[in-house]
C-alpha cells in the first residue's frame, strides 16, 4: 500500500474539515465576528449546511473533536472557559451525523470518543448503528482523555496514568473488534419470510471475554454494517500514543506548527506502524492547518487583519492551560515569557516564534494567547488559493503528510474559502481529486476494500467471510 495519488499521476492531498460541537473550538473570540455562525452548532440547519459545504469540496471528512468536562485548568475553575466560550457549551457530536449523512452520499465522519467513561459494549452498539446509517462512512477517533474535570466528573479523583490509559484503551478496543467483526458471520441474517427465520442462531457467536477491565461474555447486538469497524483515528503524540497509533489506527491527526516538527511526528508515526508489522503507509496522516484565502494575497492579509481584533486572549490561555496542564492564569499578560519559570511553556513559545517567523522578538504570555487566537495549535496559512494550494503542498512534500485537518477561523466561511479558491488550484496542479472514489470511507481513503485489512490488529478477530 502507498500513498493516493490523483489522476494526474502526483500524490493526492486529503482534506478533513475541523470541528467541534459548539461555539469556540480553535479560535477564541472569533464567535464575534459579524459574519461568524458558530453560535447555530445547536440547530440541524447548520451542521447539515456545513456537511453540503464540505461535498462539494470534495473533502474526505468531517473531523469532529470533542472533550468530556471543561477547561478548568486555568484559575482552577471553570469561569474564564464560560465566560470566552472556550469548548463550551458542547454537545455530543455523535448525534450529528445522521441528519449530515441523510444531505450527503460521499463525505465521510470521524467522530471523537473517549475509552475512559463508556463500557464497550454499548458502545459498540452506537459505532456499528452509525456505521450502518451512514452506509459504511464513519470513523471513529480514539481518545483516551486529557481533562482532569471529565473523571473528576465520573466519580474519579483523577484520570489514570497516562500509560495505564492506553493499556485500558487496548483492552476496550479489544472487545469492541470481537463485537463488530467476531460475534455475527457475514450471512447470519437471513431474513427467510417462508420459515420465519430472520437470523440464524448457529451465525451468531459469543466472544467470551475477560480481560483485566471488561467482562464480555455475550454476543454482539448489531448486524454487520458495511465496514463492520468504523475507520480508527488516533491522536496520541507520546511515545505509548504512538505505539498505540501502531497497533489499531488507520488515520492520525497530528498538530505541530512546523514542518521540521510535523515531519519528525510523521516519520516517528510511520516507524511504529511498520513495528506492528503493518506498512507503513497504511495509516493516513493529517496535520492541522487554518487557511485564510481570497480572491489574492491583498484580501487574504485583510481578512487576517480583522480576524485578529476578535480575538479572546483569555480563551486562548483558557485552552492553553487544558492541553499544558499549566494555570496561566498566575502570570500576568504583559509578562516576558523568559521570566515565565517553566520548560514546557518556555518551549511552547519557542515552536511558535519559530511558526511566526519573529525568533529573535521577546514574547508575552498575550502574545502566546493571541498566536492561538486564529487557528489554535496549528499553523496558519495567509494568502490567495494558488498561494495556499503552493504551502500545502510544500507541507506535504516535506514531511510526508497524506493530508490536512483544517480548523476554521469563521464558521463556515473558512470552508467556503477553501472550497471556492483553494481546492480549485490544487486539482488545476494535479493534487486533488476531481470525484470521489466509490464505496465506504476506508475504501475512499485507501482503495483496498471496506473491511479492516489482514495486517491491522482487529483483523484477528474476524470471523471466516463468506467467498
Known sequence: MTYPTTEAGNREILFNAFDMNCVVHQSPGLWRHPDDRAREYNTIGYWTEVAQILERGLFDGLFIADVLGPYDVFGSNPDAALRSGAQIPLQDPFLLVSAMAAVTKNLGFG????????HPYPFSR?????????????????VTGYLPSAAQNMGQDDQMEHDRRYDHADEYLEVVYKLLEGSWEDDAVVADKASGVFTDPEKVHRIEHQGEFFKTPGIGVVEPSPQRTPVIYQAGASARGRAFAGKHAEAVFINPPTKELAKASVAKIRQSVAEAGRDPY??????????????????????????TQYIDAEGGLVLMSGWMGIDLSQFDLDQPIGDVKSNAIQSTVETFQKASGREDEVWTVRQLAEWVGVGGF???????GPSAAQQLIEWQEETDVDGFNLAYHITPGTFEDVVEHVVPELQRLGRYKTEYAGGTLRNKLFGAGDHLPEDHHGAQFQLRRKA
Open 111 to 118: 467522530i471523537t470518543a473517549g475509552t475512559a467513561y463508556e
Open 126 to 142: 452506537r459505532l456499528g448503528t452509525l456505521d450502518h446509517l451512514t452506509g459504511g462512512r464513519v470513523g471513529w477517533n480514539v
Open 282 to 307: 497504511s495509516v493516513r496522516i493529517f496535520a492541522m492547518q487554518t487557511i485564510v484565502t481570497g480572491p489574492d494575497n491583498d484580501a487574504a492579509q485583510a481578512k487576517y487583519d480583522d480576524l
Open 378 to 384: 496549528g499553523p496558519v496559512i495567509i494568502g490567495d
